[in-house]
């Protein structure tokens, strides 16, 4: 089962930046869609952005604008650029993706904690 690893999270002011790098195990050319996912203590996941192996994208409307979603399949990453954040943007961060048959590819990692101060 591929391993998936994510970085780039920190404390950032509101109108900040950061970019989330998610480094897999193997090869990603194949997974049909990779996203990245955010998590709020209570609340269930949501899926903030996603893309397919042919560059499709898509974007909860929340971030929409100022969040970008990218694939470098020879480097096995999928970066998330995180523009305009907000406070309401603060929560653990996750990357996971999901084969032909909707499955996931693999186990949620611990994630990068993102947060955003007013």
């Known amino acids: 089962q591929v391993q998936l690893v994510e970085s780039g999270g920190g404390l950032v002011q509101a109108g900040g930046s950061l970019r989330l790098s998610c480094v897999a195990s193997?090869?990603?050319?194949?997974?049909?869609?990779m996203g990245w996912y955010r998590q709020v203590p209570g609340n269930e996941r949501e899926l903030v952005a996603s893309?397919?192996?042919?560059?499709?994208?898509n974007y909860a409307d929340t971030v929409k604008g100022r969040f970008t979603i990218s694939r470098d399949n020879a480097k096995n990453t999928v970066y998330l650029q995180m523009d305009s954040l907000k406070p309401e943007d603060s929560a653990v961060y996750y990357c996971?993706?999901?084969?032909?048959?909707?499955?996931?590819?693999?186990?949620w990692g611990q994630g990068t904690q993102v947060t955003v101060s007013s």
């Open positions: 996971n993706g999901r084969n032909q048959y909707w499955l996931y590819i693999a186990s």
């Open positions: 193997r090869s990603i050319f194949n997974i049909h869609v």
């Open positions: 893309i397919t192996n042919g560059g499709n994208t």
